[in-house]
């Protein structure tokens, strides 16, 4: 099921907005999902410059574009990722915690701005992603 267009648009809208307001929200993320997985953080330990962390909250923003929209490539590599990351020993449901803590940092960054139509169309989207996160092997691709 393709995401509604006027999710998309609000998820979009507060992407931009965060982005504005909060800039890199690279520490903010990565401290939360610490709180909440502290094992997490020791598969971190070589990642001193916060560049690995960077480039993998890029990615995770890149993706969900994708996937509100086009699903080009965000479904498959969404599936690709909770397997490759069982290597590393992180369990499917930390990329649902992950997903849903993005969404919560980027309501923060978006403070006043941030609106009931936005709150949905996020609520919305991490169900749909859940299911691409939980259940790889359930969810139809195409």
């Known amino acids: 099921m393709r995401t509604d267009?006027?999710?998309a648009d609000a998820i979009e809208t507060s992407l931009e907005i965060a982005a504005e307001r909060g800039g890199d929200l690279t520490p903010v993320v990565y401290e939360r999902l610490f709180e909440r997985q502290p094992a997490m953080k020791l598969l971190?330990?070589?990642d001193t410059t916060n560049a690995i962390r960077g480039e993998m909250l890029m990615r995770t923003f890149e993706a969900i574009l994708d996937f509100i929209r086009d699903r080009q490539f965000?479904?498959?590599?969404?599936?690709?990722?909770v397997v490759n990351h069982a290597g590393y020993d992180v369990p499917p449901d930390v990329f649902a915690t992950f997903f849903g803590l993005v969404a919560e940092v980027v309501e923060e960054a978006?403070?006043?701005e941030w609106t009931p139509a936005m709150a949905g169309a996020w609520r919305r989207t991490l169900v749909d992603l859940d299911s691409f996160v939980v259940h790889p092997d359930r969810v139809?691709?195409?």
Do not use: M, N, Q, S
Request: aromatic share 10%; charged share 30%.
């Open 5 to 7: 267009p006027k999710d």
């Open 44 to 46: 971190f330990w070589r």
């Open 74 to 81: 965000a479904d498959h590599l969404i599936k690709t990722e």
């Open 110 to 112: 978006c403070g006043p």
């Open 140 to 142: 139809a691709v195409g």
